[in-house]
């Protein structure tokens, strides 16, 4: 399983894929690229009622080459990216161009944008790889408008040896940060991945 839309700091467990040689494959993942439009359209319903119901600023954390970003940028936000490989950036640019979205290279847990902007910080399959959950989730949290929301898509992907953050350790990160979570399980809908998954996988929408 990939670290998420894109690459992460250096302590992530995913930290020693080259993402920018991934780039060029990265899309043919059902739910990275979003090609067939039956996994487009779960996602972006998915997208619609996890968002702000009117056009606000959505910041994309480890977009990866953009798919849900651009899926949000159709929906009337304006989006902007952020992601460590310059490859992927560099595909999300083309994938959304003539769109309200704007792409940067740099890291999720701490990236290059101001404070207090946001409608909705989204990110999906990001944060099980970093070495400090709880120290991401505080930055983000100040990255949000007051009523601003929290997406998070995460899950344990494997059986052998799983790997990702389970949805009530997640819960208990955000208790502290948050006075609305809600935990969406997304393992039952195989229109979101393409296939039948049998692992654990879901969203939460948390608002401070």
Same mark, same amino acid.
């Given at each position: 399983?990939?670290?998420?839309?894109?690459?992460?700091?250096?302590?992530?467990?995913?930290?020693?894929?080259?993402?920018?040689?991934?780039?060029?494959?990265?899309?043919?993942? &059902?739910?990275?690229?979003?090609? @067939?439009?039956?996994? +487009?359209?779960?996602?972006?319903?998915?997208?619609?009622?996890?968002?702000? +119901?009117?056009?606000?600023?959505?910041?994309?954390?480890?977009?990866?080459?953009?798919?849900?970003?651009?899926?949000?940028?159709?929906?009337?936000?304006?989006?902007?990216?952020?992601?460590?490989?310059?490859?992927?950036?560099?595909?999300? +640019?083309?994938?959304?161009?003539?769109? *309200?979205?704007?792409?940067?290279?740099?890291?999720?847990?701490?990236?290059?944008?101001?404070?207090?902007?946001?409608?909705?910080?989204?990110?999906?399959?990001?944060?099980?790889?970093?070495?400090? &959950?709880?120290?991401?989730?505080?930055?983000?949290?100040?990255?949000?408008?007051?009523?601003?929301?929290?997406?998070?898509?995460?899950?344990?992907w494997?059986?052998?040896s799983?790997?990702?953050? &389970?949805? *009530?350790?997640?819960?208990?990160?955000?208790?502290?940060?948050?006075? *609305?979570?809600?935990?969406?399980?997304l393992? @039952? @809908?195989? +229109?979101?991945?393409?296939?039948?998954v049998? @692992?654990?996988?879901?969203?939460?929408?948390?608002?401070?």
């Amino acid at each position: 399983m990939a670290s998420g839309e894109g690459a992460e700091t250096s302590a992530a467990p995913g930290a020693e894929v080259d993402w920018d040689a991934e780039a060029a494959t990265f899309d043919d993942e &059902p739910d990275h690229g979003l090609r @067939d439009p039956v996994v +487009r359209g779960a996602w972006a319903a998915r997208l619609e009622a996890w968002l702000p +119901r009117h056009p606000g600023d959505v910041l994309d954390l480890g977009c990866g080459t953009g798919s849900l970003s651009l899926l949000a940028a159709e929906r009337g936000h304006r989006v902007t990216g952020v992601d460590r490989s310059a490859a992927m950036i560099g595909l999300a +640019r083309a994938k959304s161009a003539g769109r *309200d979205a704007v792409f940067l290279v740099g890291d999720a847990v701490a990236p290059p944008v101001g404070e207090r902007l946001f409608d909705a910080v989204l990110v999906r399959h990001v944060l099980w790889a970093l070495p400090d &959950p709880g120290r991401a989730l505080r930055h983000w949290r100040g990255l949000l408008r007051p009523g601003g929301r929290l997406v998070l898509v995460e899950g344990v992907w494997g059986t052998t040896s799983p790997v990702g953050i &389970p949805a *009530d350790r997640l819960t208990a990160l955000l208790a502290p940060l948050a006075g *609305d979570v809600r935990v969406e399980r997304l393992s @039952d @809908d195989a +229109r979101l991945w393409g296939k039948a998954v049998d @692992d654990e996988r879901y969203a939460v929408v948390a608002v401070p």
